[in-house]
């Protein structure tokens, strides 16, 4: 039998422990609902104090979806950061990414906007991506910059929506950030094979995932990954997690951006595991590697 890959972080051992403990054994039997109430009860558990000054607002974009709006004491450019939320395109809300968006938002001393896009199984492909995009479609509307953000599954939309903004002829994109993003690998080989049973994220999670979501194979908005284009994209930062069966996506997409002649930032969290911008406060990796996060999205932002 094989040995489970497995970081030796203390920090890291310790937050996917404390994850773990959210769950019940028969986690994987339970109905989405329950899903999505231990994966929001997880999500706050991790949660930190509001940056001093910052303010939110709850609205509509684009006449429908549902965003929440940030706004720091202190804004230094005029660029907006648009936030997509992972969580397997099935669970996750504006709550469950709330201190991600406003730490983010104050590190880059930039407004931003987070999306509430619609969920599977109830929602499947391209109910998402379509709330991202019209979301998108309305930032850039309003002729200021814009830097996409997105983490997993917010982390496909997030490159998605970028390629979709290319292909229509949008501009006004100033870089995209994928925090270890699902961008469509094959399953089978590579950190797929490795990393099966990572901790926090398996491979069979991952198909499990892809499954509920119903995007079509043969699209690239959908599987980032399989476009035979990347030319012209924005700058990129992307970050992947070493332990993580989404590891070599990250590796994949830098490497074809790179030959595509696209600026990129490529950094690979050698202790960590998916999910850790949450450990951010239990980890010295996760800790270094949001920081690395926020200062790309300030260069990126112009601030």
């Not at 497995?6 to 329950?34: N, Q, S, W």
């Not at 590190?107 to 931003?112: D, Q």
């Not at 980032?224 to 990129?236: D, V």
């Amino acid at each position: 039998m094989t040995e489970r890959p497995m970081p030796t972080e203390e920090g890291i051992l310790a937050f996917h422990k404390r994850c773990e403990d959210f769950y019940p054994a028969d986690a994987v039997d339970a109905d989405i609902a329950r899903q999505r109430a231990w994966y929001d009860a997880l999500c706050a558990a991790f949660n930190a104090p509001s940056p001093a000054g910052m303010v939110r607002e709850d609205g509509m974009a684009a006449g429908r979806v549902p965003v929440r709006r940030y706004r720091p004491a202190r804004v230094a450019t005029g660029t907006r950061l648009f936030y997509i939320h992972g969580g397997g395109f099935v669970v996750g809300s504006l709550e469950s990414h709330d201190a991600i968006c406003a730490e983010i938002a104050e590190a880059a001393g930039a407004e931003l906007v987070s999306v509430d896009y619609r969920l599977s199984p109830e929602h499947v492909w391209p109910a998402a991506f379509d709330d991202c995009w019209a979301v998108l479609v309305e930032l850039l509307l309003e002729s200021r910059p814009v830097v996409v953000i997105g983490d997993s599954a917010g982390g496909n939309l997030a490159a998605g929506i970028v390629l979709k903004a290319r292909d229509e002829g949008l501009t006004g994109i100033a870089g995209q950030a994928l925090v270890y993003p699902a961008l469509g690998g094959d399953l089978v080989s590579g950190s797929y094979q490795e990393m099966a049973d990572a901790p926090g994220l398996s491979t069979a999670d991952v198909a499990w995932y892809r499954e509920v979501y119903k995007a079509p194979e043969d699209s690239a908005h959908a599987f980032p990954l399989r476009s035979e284009n990347l030319a012209g994209l924005p700058p990129a930062f992307i970050t992947g997690a070493y332990f993580d069966p989404l590891r070599d996506d990250s590796r994949a997409y830098a490497a074809r951006l790179v030959l595509a002649g696209v600026p990129v930032e490529f950094r690979e969290e050698k202790q960590m595991i998916h999910a850790w911008l949450r450990a951010r406060f239990m980890s010295a990796g996760a800790k270094a590697g949001f920081a690395a996060l926020c200062e790309a999205v300030r260069r990126m932002a112009g601030s």
